[in-house]
């Protein structure tokens, strides 16, 4: 039987509840949320002669929770307009509506028994063979099956997503022994292609997979640092973006969490863990406890491991100091072994530097990755059976670039096993068993693809659910390489299709980048269907090379950035106008430079969460590598019979003039970034799969290079007089500097087409010609310079 989901009940919309129905939304389901009816008036309901029957207030706690969600930052849907998909309701009332739905997600308070009474109203109303499941991070699955039916039974299961469920991308799948093999497969499925997730299958144990091991990571963090006698500030350091992990590292990501949070988990893991070898590990620490006791829980209450202040009316952040329990400044931190590891980009590369560090550091990371590398071993077939599934929930669920077997592997397991040995940490027999076998790591890459140590089989196979996925890495470890600098590669996908691959520091788009963009093009008009631009950055693009353009600024070097400027606008064109199609797949930020690159492309395959603005007025410019230009051509574009020409022509100009960013793909649709053609990929693992298909798509189409463009029809003069006056007026209102008002001048001039007596049509050429002078232009003024100076040095934009 086919099964398809139309429509989702979410029963509670507290902070998960909610979030998880707008990511429902989010990829166009219909949603049923709903919550209790209150059981007293507020003091504004009685005065409004209202009563506990009234509409308004059976329905407030699910209205004040949702509306409460709709106004959290970062947002929870995609766009505003998505919450129209979500209908609001209560238990009492509207249950039975659930019997419409396809999938019955629960996700009320975490109490065992109340969730049961909620199953068993959900029984009388649901129809035969509806998913069910419990959005739960630590009550066991089976214990909530008592009194069901049988095909509740079958058809029901855990599904515990991460908060939140838009941006963190782990959904644990946990089966009793008596859901359906076919919904735990269906669902495994439709969380990585339709909500976008890295599905883990889970056994049903005590915080399942992620939580298990994260939070003992965590611990063991703190139990390390007590031995070493370190301080709050040094453990942040050494445990954030230096090892792959999010700036929040350790302490400050517990105060974003909340405190009550990891003691909640941990006290239970270490209730419900008896027979866990490492369960000490999960008694809090007394410090903890006080934490606990001063209610100092974090973000939540204003003050946690750290506390943010106002001193001489700046934002000042102090750090706990453990033995004192007083707040401090924080401490310059500084390790021999992380000085060595700051010019190794590579992730890596880094691990065995950091490991084998003769100062404190390395003697921290030693004793804190042995033990979680023994830890997880023993975990084997304890909460999986198979290790990649403990990579995939720690990567997905907290943020790490690589998981504790990946990076376990960049040591070499012989090798480090035989230090953990040195320090205790000896790890599962399994592990010894393999290299004995021959097998010499966790994972390898054989024709692109990455296969993991199978325990059972003493072999490699490769992991189930990646066949479709299109991973650079595991490409470039086989041998696809046909091109590379030291700032970008050419990567054979297969099937006639090549990828520009950018590699430079925050995937900026330097000379390097802008050769090898032109020869993948180059390449493929020469023996190729299709070329692709994507990456595996952090970012797609953060534009231009700044530092660059400072230099021959500050020289005064106008021929050089004259050169520099046309080279970019030309390779900008070249992707517009070559005779193959180019796809471009953007992801996270694509801002200035990686903005007009997608613009320029054929089609833009950009992943959901992208944010892609023109954003070059931080900096005292305007958009100089066709982007100016390129919203003047859509705008002409789609201007109708009707249409007040300056006001859609306005819309354009405000994007560019208040470097506006979208916060989502389908944001950057509503701004005219993304046209309707393009495409928008849930799951970023899959985006460049997609983007090599748009682009063979395109080529089967018959795929003809397009002819430049000599009909943008632009306002002239007219146009320029009423942007100038709009210019003035914020300006006499002082919501702009001069400097400001000379830039957004600059923007107007070229959109509207310069000095034009008469509104009529131009070129791209000619836009680009005007859009390059305005750039150089305010490249020799000083506020442009200090500007650029500002973001290169703090990187923050200076508003002069």
């Known amino acids: 039987m086919k099964r398809v989901i139309r429509k989702v009940a979410v029963l509670g919309s507290g902070i998960m509840g909610s979030r998880i129905a707008c990511h429902f939304a989010n990829i166009g389901v219909q949603v049923l949320l709903l919550d209790m009816v209150p059981r007293e008036l507020t003091e504004p309901e009685k005065e409004k002669g209202l009563s506990l029957e009234s509409p308004q207030v059976r329905n407030r706690i699910v209205n004040e929770a949702f509306q409460s969600t709709l106004k959290n930052k970062p947002a929870a849907l995609y766009h505003s307009d998505f919450a129209d998909r979500i209908t609001l309701g209560n238990f009492d009332d509207d249950l039975e509506k659930i019997k419409e739905c396809d999938w019955v997600l629960e996700a009320i308070v975490e109490r065992l028994d109340i969730k049961k009474q909620m199953f068993e109203k959900v029984e009388k109303y649901r129809k035969q063979g509806t998913i069910i499941s419990s959005n739960t991070s630590g009550i066991p699955i089976n214990l909530m099956l008592d009194g069901r039916s049988e095909d509740f039974q079958k058809h029901f299961l855990g599904t515990h997503f991460f908060n939140p469920p838009r941006y963190l991308k782990l ?15 269906f669902l495994m499925h439709y969380g990585d292609l339709f909500l976008g997730k890295t599905t883990v299958l889970c056994k049903d144990t005590p915080a399942f997979i992620a939580n298990r091991v994260g939070i003992y990571a965590i611990l063991k963090v703190v139990e390390t640092m007590q031995k070493m006698d370190l301080n709050i500030d040094q453990v942040d350091k050494l445990t954030g973006p230096v090892i792959g992990r999010p700036k929040s590292a350790t302490f400050r990501t517990s105060d974003v969490v909340g405190l009550d949070t990891l003691v909640k988990v941990a006290n239970g893991l270490y209730e419900n863990l008896p027979n866990d070898e490492s369960r000490d590990t999960f008694k809090l620490p007394k410090v903890i406890g006080k934490l606990e006791e001063n209610n100092w829980l974090g973000d939540k209450t204003g003050q946690g491991f750290y506390k943010k202040t106002k001193k001489d009316g700046k934002t000042e952040i102090l750090t706990l100091n453990l033995e004192s329990m007083e707040y401090e400044e924080k401490k310059k931190v500084s390790f021999g072994t992380l000085e060595q590891t700051k010019p190794i980009t590579n992730l890596k590369e880094r691990f065995p530097v950091l490991l084998n560090g003769k100062d404190k550091a390395g003697e921290f990371y030693r004793d804190s990755f042995y033990g979680l590398f023994k830890y997880v071993s023993n975990r084997i077939p304890e909460i999986s059976d198979e290790l990649y599934r403990i990579d995939q929930a720690l990567c997905t669920g907290f943020g790490w670039e690589l998981g504790p077997f990946e990076t376990w592997d960049t040591l070499g397991v012989k090798k480090s096993v035989e230090k953990m040995e040195e320090l205790g940490y000896k790890p599962n027999q399994w592990v010894y068993d393999m290299l004995a076998s021959g097998a010499e790591s966790f994972y390898k890459v054989e024709k692109g693809v990455k296969k993991y140590y199978d325990i059972d089989s003493k072999s490699y196979k490769a992991i189930p659910g990646t066949e479709e996925f299109i991973i650079l890495e595991n490409l470039r470890e086989s041998g696809k390489v046909i091109w590379e600098n030291a700032e970008a590669s050419i990567i054979d996908l297969g099937d006639d299709v090549i990828n520009v691959e950018f590699r430079s520091k925050s995937n900026t788009l330097g000379g390097g980048v802008i050769e090898a963009i032109n020869k993948g093009i180059a390449l493929g008009e020469e023996k190729y269907k299709g070329v692709v631009i994507a990456n595996e950055g952090s970012n797609f693009s953060l534009g231009a090379n700044l530092g660059m353009v400072f230099m021959y600024a500050i020289e005064q070097d106008y021929d050089e950035l004259d050169f520099m400027i046309r080279q970019f606008q030309q390779t900008m064109m070249r992707i517009r106008y070559s005779a193959v199609p180019v796809v471009a797949a953007p992801h996270n930020m694509a801002l ?10 054929d089609h833009i395959q950009a992943s959901a969460e992208t944010y892609i603005g023109l954003v070059e007025v931080g900096v005292g410019v305007i958009p100089g590598g066709g982007g100016t230009k390129e919203n003047a051509l859509r705008v002409s574009d789609r201007l109708q019979e009707g249409d007040v020409e300056l006001n859609v022509l306005q819309n354009a100009f405000m994007n560019i ?50 002819k430049e463009r000599t009909d943008i029809r632009v306002q002239g003069r007219t146009g320029i007089a009423l942007f100038s006056a709009g210019i003035s007026g914020m300006k006499m209102g002082n919501y702009i500097s001069e400097h400001d008002k000379l830039i957004a001048e600059k923007i107007a001039y070229v959109m509207c087409g310069g000095d ?4 009529q049509e131009v070129s791209e050429q000619y836009l680009l010609d005007l859009e390059r002078e305005a750039f150089l232009s305010l490249l020799g003024t000083k506020k442009t310079l200090e500007r650029i100076q500002s973001v290169i040095q703090g990187g923050k934009p200076l508003r002069n």
């Open 171 to 185: 959904l644990e799948i946990i089966p009793t022994p008596k859901t359906n093999q076919y919904i735990t497969d």
């Open 592 to 601: 200035g430079g990686g903005c007009e690159l997608s613009m320029h492309a």
């Open 657 to 706: 003039a208040t470097a506006k960013v979208a916060t989502s793909a389908e944001e950057a649709r509503e701004m005219g970034i993304l046209r309707p053609s393009d495409g928008i990929s849930i799951n970023r693992n899959r985006q460049i799969a997609d983007a090599k298909a748009a682009a063979l798509r395109l080529y089967d189409a018959g795929y003809t290079m397009p």
């Open 756 to 759: 034009l007596s008469y509104p």
